[in-house]
């Protein structure tokens, strides 16, 4: 599979309200053929009308280093993928039982892998984007993200530790086709 990178800018963000992503995106045979992107975007709180919808994705996991969060468009939503350390999957499992959950689910519902853990990046409350997956970015006291509009905070697992969200984040359906490949879709 050939790949292309392609890098692009956008105007810095104007306020809290916008971040910079990482965002890497591989694109099905089906429906952009082999090339697969990489680029640093600016997005705004909420997915932009002109994401375009795409059915299935590949993604290429061999770049994404432990820590390292990206996001991919799907269906013309985000979908935050993060290579997870040994000590975020840790903090994840250690909550495992955690009483106060307001999503329960244990950590191994939530990956195939434990060091990929794979989620739409779209907060359950009103669906705002959370913030986390830029260095920098206020994340929360659990390793995972801070969703700036009302307040929720989710988990290194991406489950819902402060409302008002009240669902975890949504695993979406994927497959890894070998050690670092997955597809979305
Ligand atoms: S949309 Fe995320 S807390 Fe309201």
Redesign the pocket.
């Known amino acids: 599979m050939s790949i292309e990178a392609k890098i692009s800018s956008s105007d810095p963000p104007a306020s809290t309200n916008r971040r910079d992503f990482l965002h890497i995106t591989t694109g099905t045979a089906a429906i952009v053929g082999t090339a697969a992107t990489l680029w640093p975007f600016i997005d705004s709180m909420r997915p932009s009308a002109d994401i375009s919808a795409v059915a299935t994705i590949d993604v290429d996991l061999t770049s994404i280093e432990p820590g390292q969060r990206v996001t991919v468009k799907w269906r013309g939503r985000p979908v935050f993928i993060v290579h997870r350390t040994e000590a975020l999957i840790a903090q994840a499992r250690a909550d495992d039982a955690n009483p106060n959950l307001i999503d329960p689910a244990p950590d191994s519902t939530r990956v195939q892998r434990p060091e990929w853990l794979v989620v739409v990046g779209v ?6 984007i ?1 913030l986390g997956q830029s260095d920098g970015d206020p994340r929360g006291p659990f390793g995972g993200w801070f ?6 905070i989710y988990d290194s697992a991406g489950r819902v530790r402060k ?3 009240p669902r975890n984040l949504e695993v979406p359906p994927y497959v890894f086709q070998d050690d670092l490949r997955v597809r979305i879709g």
Do not use: E, I, M
């Open positions: 907060c359950t409350h009103l669906g705002c959370p969703c700036p509009c009302h307040g929720s409302g008002p969200a």
